[in-house]
């Protein structure tokens, strides 16, 4: 796949990231105001990426922490390892970030456990502050520092919702599949499939995203499009290439997956 670099005049390393609205002016004045930013959207839209090319445009270093139902504050700030007969402080991911002026992404922030958002709390309000309490240290964010978080509000229950508290502590961006001019260029431009041919796999993604919340989830992430594309650039057969990028992983219903069979004959 043909990820990174990107068209942006005279920089270099930039993964390519094409823009849907004006998420980058928000970001970069989010960044320059010293502000937290979430953002929100389903699976395989874009979020990461963005935040890739944001930090990589800011000149920023980049820590990214994938959260998951274990991922404690520890996990984050750092903890006390033995090496060599000895302890040793080891700074975590967050703690990283804030000392060197860093950009902090948290994917699927609400997946973390609860004691993250005590130490989200102090980072995301004017204090701009993090506190280790393990050590005593308190570090005062950079003006580099940021904070970004994303969750994907389809998978939320009861259990697992942002807190208002904590939501309303970030600037917020809703991120949505992109419109099928944006989409067939990304997915051109990332598979190296011909732009003739990724037009009407982003047009049966339309399709199945209209039928998401009745049999499905959710709908086809731009990320799935892309795998399919890159599987039909390299060799494989149409049908293959969309029973094993589209159809199984987006269900393990058999009614369901022949439900997408009918539509995939119908747009092709
Ligand atoms: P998310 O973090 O929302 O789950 P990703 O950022 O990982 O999704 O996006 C999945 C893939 O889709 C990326 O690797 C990238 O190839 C592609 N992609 C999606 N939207 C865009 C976009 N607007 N510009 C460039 N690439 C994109």
Not at 55 to 80: E, K, W
Request: proline share 5%; with cysteine.
């Amino acid at each position: 796949m043909n990820a990174h670099m990107t068209d942006i005049a005279g920089q270099q390393d930039v993964p390519f990231y094409r823009p849907v609205g004006n998420e980058c002016t928000v970001f970069e004045t989010a960044h320059a105001n010293g502000l937290p930013l979430l953002l929100k959207g389903p699976t395989g839209c874009g979020k990461t990426r963005f935040v890739e090319h944001m930090a990589a445009r800011l000149g920023r270093p980049l820590y990214t922490v994938a959260c998951h139902d274990d991922l404690s504050a520890a996990d984050l700030i750092g903890r006390y390892l033995l090496r060599g007969g000895e302890t040793e402080w080891v700074d975590g991911p967050l703690t990283r970030a804030v000392r060197e002026g860093a950009i902090c992404y948290l994917d699927e922030v609400v997946e973390a456990r609860k004691d993250v958002t005590v130490v989200l709390h102090p980072l995301t309000d004017n204090r701009r502050r993090l506190l280790i309490d393990r050590t005593g240290e308190e570090l005062a964010a950079p003006s580099g520092f940021m904070l970004v978080a994303s969750y994907n509000p389809g998978y939320q229950n009861i259990l697992k919702r942002l807190k208002p508290s904590t939501r309303q502590r970030f600037l917020s961006i809703g991120f949505g599949f992109p419109d099928a001019a944006t989409e067939i260029a990304v997915v051109t431009r990332e598979s190296g499939l011909e732009e003739n041919r990724v037009a009407p796999l982003v047009r049966l993604a339309g399709h199945v995203r209209t039928l998401s919340g009745m049999d499905l989830e959710e709908g086809i992430s731009t990320r799935l499009l892309i795998y399919a594309a890159t599987l039909i650039a390299g060799g494989m057969p149409l049908e293959r290439a969309l029973e094993v990028a589209v159809i199984e992983p987006l269900t393990d219903e058999a009614d369901v997956q022949q439900a997408l069979r009918d539509l995939i004959a119908v747009v092709y």
